[in-house]
């Protein structure tokens, strides 16, 4: 390579490269065409491309969209930066923590001269705040290497996941057909997220495990109470949807975390924003509860350990 080559090829070759796009380099045996189901490999940089010429773009910023039609849901930028404000103000620490310490509690890891690789999934990214707080105080522990993944159906929430976090793997991608070989990783979350307990039973490898965070009855109840009010909607019960993770899912592990968290008016106004109980309450309403100054919040979750039930066989998605 002559000089020139050379200063053109870090001009604009690896120079340019981001940290997601190397890392999706690094990954790529986990990729699964949506289309075909095939194994797909990188293209320059640019794009990843399956046997069969199925080809999907990396961003500028470094994710990918592997859906297949746009999704008919539409989350608009402004909930996921209010959630992301709602984020940084510390609101959902504990529960991180927690998590944190259960995927210690709950995974083997190799401590001694082999440094083991764990893969993280979180299934229902969102704008990714949970997942780069996962991985960060993950990576601070132990000598291990932690990849983590993020997936969601919202380009808007992964189009700020990839602006706003770096070294994860960030993937637009519906739940139902989700674009990863099977067995690949050792971790999926699945935090206030719906699930497709098919798929999360064939990426999960035997030794794996689905963590996954349900909100409990006191979850907001501060917020439900004046949004519902007199409405079979102001009291919620996460039973039938623990039910469901039993039916598909071996529980081994469950942890309670509650508290309260003070908010100002201002935070008090991005809640309300992030939060699906105030998609459709009208603005006399949000003002009411604004003015109905609750200076306090109530978080309530519960959060579940399982593996897969082997005996169970599924039906792969692409047949
Ligand atoms: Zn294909």
Redesign the pocket.
């Known amino acids: 390579m002559s000089k020139n080559n050379k200063k053109y090829f870090e001009k604009s070759g690896k120079a340019n490269l981001t940290t997601g796009k190397i890392k999706i380099k690094e990954n790529i045996n986990i990729f699964k ?6 194994k ?1 490999n990188l293209d320059v940089f640019k794009s990843i491309i ?5 080809c999907f773009d990396i961003s500028k910023k470094g994710y990918i969209n592997l859906l297949l039609k746009p999704s008919k849901y539409k989350y608009d930028k402004e909930m996921f930066e209010a959630r992301n404000s709602i984020c940084k103000m510390g609101f959902f620490d504990p529960l991180i923590e927690s998590i944190v310490s259960l995927i210690y509690n709950n995974i083997s890891i190799n401590s001694s001269n082999n440094i083991s690789y764990t893969r993280i999934l979180d299934a229902g990214c969102g704008e990714g705040y949970h997942l780069s707080q996962v991985m960060k105080k993950l990576q601070k522990k132990e000598d291990v290497h932690f990849q983590g993944v993020g997936i969601d159906i919202s380009k808007d929430g992964i189009q700020f996941a990839a602006k706003n976090y770096k070294d994860i793997i960030w993937c637009v991608a519906d739940l139902a057909k989700i674009p990863f070989m099977d067995k690949k990783f050792d971790i999926v979350l699945n935090i206030l997220s719906p699930s497709n307990y098919s798929e999360f039973n064939r990426i999960i490898h035997s030794e794996g495990i689905l963590i996954k965070v349900v909100p409990n009855s006191g979850y907001l109840k501060e917020l439900r109470d004046l949004l519902y009010q007199g409405t079979n909607r102001e009291l919620y019960s996460n039973e039938k949807v623990i039910e469901h993770f039993n039916r598909n899912f071996e529980k081994i592990d469950t942890e309670k975390v509650s508290y309260n968290v003070s908010v100002s008016r201002d935070e008090l106004s991005h809640l309300i924003k992030m939060t699906p109980l105030s998609w459709g309450a009208s603005e006399g309403i949000i003002k009411k509860v604004l003015d109905n100054k609750i200076d306090s919040i109530t978080v309530d979750f519960t959060i579940i350990i399982g593996k897969s039930k082997k005996q169970i066989s599924l039906p792969k998605w692409e047949s």
């Open positions: 065409c949506p289309v075909c189901g095939d797909m399956c046997l069969n010429k199925h």
